[in-house]
Structures are given as structure tokens and as C-alpha cells.
């Protein structure tokens, strides 16, 4: 099962430009939750106002409307960028025209700073083409500026972030005055990027004996991007099934080797309903990940003498991610053979 990822969907709320999202991983519903019992939640309590950020004006004094982006997106954060408007505009709209090659510009989320309510607001998005994987996308929000001019430019915030997988993004703003103007801005490309992740010392066909030695994986990690990646963590999950029984973290053993403190043990927790389980490991590095720096998470597992016969295969893999945004996976499969009970 192509790794229990489905389980570990992770999902993301507001930020401050290039902070990671708060709040927390939005697991399954276990057995016992409300959810799962066909109750109503409480409701999210509301999110305080927010400081008004202070873009500087885009472009040159002789753009009528003009546009600017971070150079890069690291997924899973919030990136900057503005629009600045030097023409007069009366319940005039924006318009941004993106395109996407890569990733899914459904995966894309776009945010303008709503001065009246002091809160990032998501923007209207139209997907381009009707595919099920679009690569383009039309999104608009009114603006009014009506003393715009070449030296009192008026800027809009925006910040943006991708939250599937790195490629780039091109951006075409154009605005509509309300006086039967079309105004456009120079396109601009952003690079849509995340730290990189290497797993080894997990073989392909890894076998695990029942009550025997454990093996080790490695996962590195290190911040290839322009950015500090705060709250950087991993996951390890597991599932196996067979005919009668599952695996459950008793059957299992995780250690994490750190720093001063050798190898210690990690535990498994089951994941409600679905029968499989997963486990947070231990920080390894300074957070935030700063630029060019490096974090090494380094694994042991092994399948205990009392795990059920039933079960020769598991499904498992690790997970890294900033906060709540989960930027790479890797399914590490192994086979379970016998080994005698005692």
C-alpha cells in the first residue's frame, strides 16, 4: 500500500511570509474520535489579526502595473510576493495568469493581505485546460487605488506557496481599471524548490527476521534551498496485513541513533481505524534548517520473535517534513521471515 501516506496526509494553514504553516497534522479519524462516531467537532477557534506586511513597490516608475516574486518557492513555505499599481483604478479587478511545469497548479495556494480585516485571504482561482493535473490557472480579486500614480504607487501583498513537488511557476499579472483599461505586467518565473533528501542502507528486497538482527536505514536531509526551513521533523510508518492478523507496534522495533545519547528506542503508535502505525522521530538538527546545512536521522528496525506468521510483507517508509507539510516521502518495503518463537 503504497505507503500508508493516504494516512499521513498532512495539511497546512496561514503563516508569515516564509515561516511554515501553524497548527498541527490533521491525522485520520481513529476509532474513537467524534468523527469516526458520526458527532460534530468543536469549531477552530478564529485566527487573530495579522501584522500588515510592507512589500516594497514593484517594477519601474514607468510600469503602469507591475509584479515581483520570491526568486524561489520552497515547498511548504510562504513566499512573497506584490503587485504595484501606478494608474488609477476604481473598482478595478487583478488578474493573475500562472502557469506551472512540474507540479499541479491545484497544488498551488495564493494569498493576498486583506487590510480591512488584517488577514491573508485566498484568492479566486479559475483551473485552466479541465485536466485532472492542470498546469495552468486564472486567479482574480478586486482592487481600487484611485490615487495610483508614478510617484505614489499603490502595492498589493501576496505570498504563495506549492505543496506538491519542485518545478517552476510563471506569473502574468494584468488589471482591469474600471474605466475599460487592460494594463499588463512583465511575466515573472519562480523556481519551485525543497531541501534534498537521500535514503540508503535499505536495499531493495531488505529481509527482516522474525526475532533476528535488526537493519539500519539512513535519511539525510539537507537544505538546498535560499531559505531556513523551520520545524523540520520525520516520520516512520509501517503496515502489514495478512489473512487473519496485522502488524501492530509491538511486532516492530525502532530505534534512532543520536548524537551523546547512542541508539535509542522510538515508539510506534497505531493508527486508529487503519491497522498500521507510525512514529515521530527525534530532532537531530538546530531548527530552523538554515541554508546549506544538514540533517541526519539514522534508523533501526527490527521485526520481534512474537510478530504474527501470518504476515510475511510490510508496507513502510519514512516522511519529511516542516511543521505540518510533509515535502518528501520513501516507501522502505521489507519481507518478514520466519524465525522461531521462544
Same mark, same amino acid.
Given at each position: ?8 496526509a498532512?495539511?497546512v ?16 479519524p ?6 469516526a462516531?458520526g458527532?460534530?467537532?468543536p469549531a ?6 495579522e501584522?500588515?506586511?510592507?512589500p ?5 516608475a ?37 502557469? /506551472?511545469?512540474?507540479f ?10 486583506d487590510?480591512a ?5 485566498d484568492?479566486?482561482?479559475? *483551473?485552466?485546460?479541465?485536466s /485532472?493535473? *492542470? ?6 480579486? *478586486?482592487v481600487?487605488?484611485?490615487?495610483a500614480d508614478?510617484?505614489h ?22 488589471? @482591469?481599471?474600471?474605466? &475599460? ?11 519551485a524548490?525543497?531541501?534534498?533528501? =537521500? ?10 527476521t ?9 535519511? =539525510?536531509?539537507?537544505?538546498? =534551498?535560499?531559505?531556513?526551513y *523551520? ?16 502488524? @501492530?507496534?509491538?511486532?516492530?522495533t ?7 545519547? &547512542?541508539w ?13 502505525? /507510525?512514529? $515521530?522521530?527525534?530532532?537531530? $538538527? ?18 520481534a520473535r =512474537? ?29 518478514i521471515? &520466519?524465525?522461531?518463537?521462544?
Open positions: 500500500m503504497t505507503a500508508l501516506a493516504a494516512g499521513l498532512l495539511t494553514g496561514a503563516a508569515a511570509p516564509g515561516q511554515a504553516a501553524p497548527g498541527r497534522a490533521q491525522d485520520q481513529s476509532c474513537d474520535t467524534p468523527a462516531r458527532t460534530s467537532t477552530a477557534p478564529a485566527q487573530p489579526p501584522a500588515a506586511p510592507a516594497a513597490p514593484a517594477g519601474t514607468a510600469q503602469k502595473i507591475s509584479y515581483s516574486v520570491d526568486s524561489q518557492l520552497p515547498i511548504g513555505l510562504w513566499s512573497s510576493s506584490a503587485v504595484t499599481l501606478r494608474t488609477p483604478v476604481t473598482k478595478g479587478k487583478i488578474r493573475l495568469d500562472v502557469s /506551472s511545469r512540474g499541479s497548479t491545484d497544488s498551488l495556494t495564493v494569498q493576498r493581505y487590510t480585516t488584517r488577514r491573508w485571504v484568492l479566486d482561482s479559475a *483551473p485552466g485546460g479541465g /485532472s493535473w *492542470p498546469t495552468r490557472a486564472t486567479l482574480t480579486f *478586486p481600487s487605488a484611485k490615487g508614478a510617484k504607487p499603490h502595492t498589493v501583498a501576496l505570498r504563495l506557496q506549492d505543496l506538491d513537488r519542485p518545478g517552476t511557476l510563471t506569473v502574468a499579472a494584468s488589471v @482591469e481599471d474600471g474605466r &475599460g483599461h487592460t494594463y499588463r505586467a512583465p511575466a515573472r518565473t519562480t523556481t524548490t525543497r531541501p534534498k533528501v =537521500t535514503v540508503s542502507r535499505w536495499q531493495h528486497g531488505t529481509a527482516l522474525r526475532g533476528g538482527s535488526a537493519r539500519t536505514v539512513t535519511v =539525510t536531509v539537507k537544505n538546498t =534551498t535560499n531559505r531556513a *523551520p520545524a523540520l521533523g520525520a516520520s516512520y510508518f509501517a503496515y502489514g496485513v495478512g489473512k487473519t492478523r496485522a502488524l @501492530e507496534p509491538k511486532d516492530l525502532l530505534r534512532q541513533h543520536r548524537s551523546g545519547r &547512542g535509542e528506542r522510538v515508539a510506534l503508535v497505531a493508527g486508529g481505524c487503519d491497522p498500521g502505525m /507510525s512514529a $515521530a522521530l527525534r530532532p537531530v $538538527a538546530v531548527s530552523p534548517l538554515a541554508p546549506g546545512a544538514t540533517a541526519v536521522y539514522r534508523l533501526k528496525v527490527a521485526v =512474537t510478530a504474527p506468521r501470518d504476515v510475511d510483507r510490510a508496507d513502510a517508509g519514512v516522511t519529511v517534513s516542516n511543521g505540518d507539510m510533509s515535502f518528501f516521502s520513501k516507501d522502505l518495503p521489507f519481507t521471515r &520466519g524465525g522461531k518463537r521462544t
